[in-house]
Structures are given as structure tokens and as C-alpha cells.
């Protein structure tokens, strides 16, 4: 098929390398445009657009939607359909008009649980115990079209959002492939009105630890905000990203260090089991406690 492939972070990569490699015609890339980064804050290229170039293939990333000759660009592609993942953009009617079989968008959870931003992140914070990916026919709203194709996966005790956000890139990878080659045969499944959540994009003011809170709360934040942006604690005065944890047994005042690394909570205790010093790469905490010092409290 002719196909025009809509991406941004690193969650879509392997999305476009599964098209190239089924032999699907890539009309084009659409982007978000470079943005600064690193030390230097130069223009850095989204992870899609790298991969794009490294393949050889056209990249267009305009800032929006709004003018006419971006609009008349993206029809006169004449594609089959547009697959969308992790864009960054909401799309105008137009577009998700102007392809044979409309726009596809790659979703990573199981709609209509968790529309929005950090389907991801969410779906470990509230304790889901499964989540998945879903193809979707795009509509105008926000992440409200029918589902073709869904694929369920549970998630594990100690599974983070960097573990899980690989495994749902690699499902939603293979989904799409398929249901491009069975597109006359998939029937569009309205979303029920029951069941609808949001998943609101993640603010770092979410990520501080009130070692009052129960034990199975934490661990799920800790493990929801694993890597980006990291739930934190103060320990002697620094910062120190909490990347890994497990539930534990012991009991004490809450922010009271028991053993190790594991902390008593407002109900049962927590294990810390990887973590992040300021200007240090991440470890595990043993090898951490080398040269960390726990005070008593927390």
C-alpha cells in the first residue's frame, strides 16, 4: 500500500521500520520539527525523523495544520492510508479525509480505557493489570474513532513504563502490518460510552514521594514514572530519582528506612531496587548504597 507514516518519539520507530519492512510504499514522513536538546540546546531531529532520513525517506514537519499548501501537500500524496502513532498533532478533518482508507492510529492501551497523552504511564499508576494496543479508525476526536484490531497484554508486578513501552511499540508494530493486509475483512468496533478514562499527560509535580501514602500506591508511581520523569525523594539533602521498586514486608512510620532500601509506607513497606543520583547514571541500589548513606527517615 501507499502509505504516509505520522510519528514522533522513539514509541514509533519501530512502527515505520515494520512498514518498510512489510514492503508497504512510504509517501512521506510527518514529524514534529526538530526541538532543542541536549547541553548545547541545539535543533535536534525527533527520533522518527532520524530514522526516516537513515532510510531515505521524505520528511515533512510542519509546526500545524493551518495553512492551505500544507493541507494540499498531504492530499496531493495520494496514499492508500496514513498510519499515526505518537504524532503530537491533532489532524484536521482534510486529512483524516483525504486517504483511500482514512488515517490509522497506533494506540497504546485498551480503548476507551486511557484516552489521551500517557495512556502508559497511567495504566501502571492505577494498578491496570492489563493493557494492549489498539488500531483505531481517527475521527475528530480525541482518540474517540472505532477500533479495528485490539491486542491485550498483562502487566507485570514489577514492570516499569520504559519496559512496557517497549513491548506495546513492538505489538503495536506487528498489528498494524496485519491489519493492513486484512483491511477488507476488519469490521470498525464502536467504543462503548462505558468504561471511558483519561490519561493525562504526566506533570512533574506528580513525581515527589509522600512516603504517607500506602505501599501499593508508591510502587505503582515509582514503576509508572520509570524513566521519565522519575518519582524522587530527598535523601541528605539530594535529589534521587526512584526508577525500580517491589512491594516488601515490614512495617514502621512512614519515610522509616527498615532494611537496605526498603522503606516503611502509610501501609506496608517498599523496596527500592534500582534509583538515580544527581549527575549519576542509573544503577542498582545495591551498588547505589556503596556510597549513599540512608538516614534513618525519609
Not at 65 to 76: I, L, N
Not at 174 to 203: C, F, H, M, N, W
Amino acid at each position: 500500500m501507499r502509505v504516509i507514516f505520522m510519528g514522533t518519539p522513539d514509541f514509533s520507530v519501530p512502527v515505520l521500520d515494520a512498514l518498510v519492512a512489510a514492503g508497504h510504499e512510504i509517501a512521506a514522513v510527518y514529524s514534529q520539527p526538530p526541538r532543542p536538546a541536549g547541553r548545547g540546546k541545539k535543533d535536534r531531529p525527533s527520533p522518527v525523523q532520524a530514522r526516516a532520513e537513515q532510510l531515505g525517506l521524505t520528511v515533512r514537519h510542519p509546526v500545524k495544520f493551518r495553512s492551505e499548501g500544507d493541507v494540499a501537500e498531504f492530499v496531493a500524496l495520494n496514499a492508500d492510508v496514513a498510519v499515526v502513532v505518537a504524532y503530537g498533532l491533532i489532524l484536521p478533518q482534510g486529512l483524516l479525509d483525504a486517504p483511500r482508507f482514512g488515517c490509522l492510529n497506533i494506540h497504546a492501551s485498551l480503548l476507551p480505557r486511557w484516552r489521551g497523552a500517557a495512556p502508559i504511564h497511567r495504566a501502571i499508576m492505577a494498578g491496570d493489570a492489563e493493557t494492549g494496543v489498539c488500531i483505531m479508525q481517527m475521527e475528530a476526536g480525541l482518540d474517540t474513532g472505532p477500533v479495528l484490531m485490539r491486542q491485550a497484554t498483562a502487566i507485570g508486578a514489577e514492570e516499569t513504563t520504559g519496559q512496557l513501552h517497549d513491548w506495546l511499540s513492538d505489538m503495536g508494530a506487528k498489528a498494524i502490518v496485519t491489519a493492513l493486509s486484512r483491511l477488507d475483512q476488519l469490521v470498525p468496533v464502536v467504543q462503548p460510552a462505558e468504561g471511558v478514562t483519561y490519561a493525562a499527560k504526566i506533570d512533574k509535580a506528580e513525581a515527589g514521594i509522600d512516603w504517607s501514602a500506602p505501599a501499593e500506591e508508591i510502587d505503582r508511581k515509582i514503576r509508572g514514572l520509570s524513566p521519565f520523569p522519575g518519582a524522587w525523594c530527598m535523601i541528605g539533602g539530594e535529589r534521587v530519582k526512584l526508577l525500580s521498586s517491589r512491594l516488601a514486608t515490614g512495617h514502621g512510620q512512614p519515610g522509616q528506612v527498615l532494611d537496605g532500601f526498603v522503606v516503611a509506607c502509610g501501609e506496608g513497606a517498599v523496596e527500592i531496587t534500582r534509583l538515580q543520583r544527581e549527575g549519576k547514571k542509573p544503577m542498582e541500589t545495591a551498588e547505589a548504597l556503596r556510597g549513599l548513606s540512608l538516614p534513618e527517615m525519609l
